[in-house]
């Protein structure tokens, strides 16, 4: 059974150091798979009121975990110590909405997708003169601090259609919207997904404008040299797909439906 470790304050030294890249044979022989997630990024990895790791990232992590029969053990880290960390050899693996960008792709493994990021622009509801990414000049803003899917797209966007007022950046999805909810930012940089589930349980507080400012995708990211992981991997969410795990999650945590007919079937190049 997976076994959550839940440390907010966690820090990659105190994770065991994996001295190079251990397949499947290895971690079967181990006894577990060593995994992170930043457990901060609701619907995807958060803490529910038990204490427990949840969300559609750490689901998805229960169901390969059956498949591939060997336990594993996901610790909470900060964001800006995870891919340093993968690539560091500190654990096998991370299940926390990783998006596939080209300097990712040529640094890790990747399993195929079993979900995407579409990056959106989400305004107060009291900040209507914004209608999307091109009208953010003189706004406040806010997006995860460093993120591909936040301050990374957030700084392209200043740099191309004008500064923002002051830019914010976060370590993690609860505390920007509670800053978009009290007003201290006008508007966010997210994925479409968390944004979402944020509008469904706080309504009227918010609202998705404009196209969406670029669509990755997210897949499980793996040390270099972890061929047979990655098959299991890809074969488990292959499966969730066929048999309709994936649709029900993604319906559960992100209210979308046939969630499966919007990814790939391999790792985009």
């Given at each position: 059974?997976?076994?959550?470790?839940?440390?907010?304050?966690?820090?990659?030294?105190?994770?065991?150091?994996?001295?190079?890249?251990?397949?499947?044979?290895?971690?079967?022989?181990?006894?577990?798979?060593?995994?992170?997630?930043?457990?901060?990024?609701?619907?995807?990895?958060?803490?529910?009121?038990?204490?427990?790791?949840?969300?559609?990232?750490?689901?998805?992590?229960?169901?390969?975990?059956?498949?591939?029969?060997?336990?594993?053990?996901?610790?909470?880290?900060?964001?800006?110590?995870?891919?340093?960390?993968?690539?560091?050899?500190?654990?096998?693996?991370?299940?926390?909405?990783?998006?596939?960008?080209?300097?990712?792709?040529?640094?890790?493994?990747?399993?195929?997708?079993?979900?995407?990021?579409?990056?959106?622009?989400?305004?107060?509801?009291?900040?209507?003169?914004?209608?999307?990414?091109?009208?953010?000049?003189?706004?406040?803003?806010?997006?995860?601090?460093?993120?591909?899917?936040?301050?990374?797209?957030?700084?392209?966007i200043a740099k191309e259609y004008g500064d923002f007022k002051k830019f914010t950046g976060y370590a993690g999805y609860t505390e920007m919207f509670r800053d978009l909810q009290v007003g201290r930012i006008d508007a966010v940089i997210a994925p479409e997904l968390a944004s979402a589930n944020f509008i469904r349980e706080n309504p009227g507080i918010a609202e998705i404008v404009g196209k969406p400012y670029s669509v990755v995708y997210v897949g499980v990211p793996m040390q270099p040299g972890s061929d047979k992981l990655k098959a299991a991997i890809d074969g488990a969410i292959r499966e969730m797909r066929e048999n309709g795990t994936l649709d029900a999650l993604a319906k559960k945590y992100f209210g979308i439906e046939h969630f499966s007919d919007q990814l790939i079937d391999e790792v985009p190049h």
């Open positions: 059974m997976l076994r959550s470790l839940i440390s907010a304050a966690l820090l990659a030294a105190c994770l065991p150091s994996l001295a190079s890249a251990a397949d499947l044979d290895a971690i079967r022989e181990r006894g577990k798979l060593i995994a992170v997630t930043t457990g901060n990024l609701p619907p995807n990895t958060y803490v529910d009121k038990n204490n427990e790791l949840t969300g559609f990232d750490i689901d998805v992590a229960h169901y390969i975990e059956k498949k591939i029969g060997v336990p594993i053990e996901i610790s909470r880290l900060d964001w800006k110590g995870i891919l340093p960390g993968l690539q560091a050899g500190r654990f096998d693996a991370v299940f926390s909405n990783v998006n596939m960008t080209p300097e990712r792709l040529g640094m890790f493994e990747y399993s195929i997708p079993y979900s995407r990021s579409a990056i959106v622009v989400v305004r107060s509801t009291k900040a209507a003169d914004i209608n999307g990414y091109d009208s953010l000049v003189g706004k406040r803003v806010g997006g995860i601090a460093g993120g591909n899917d936040g301050e990374i797209p957030a700084r392209a």
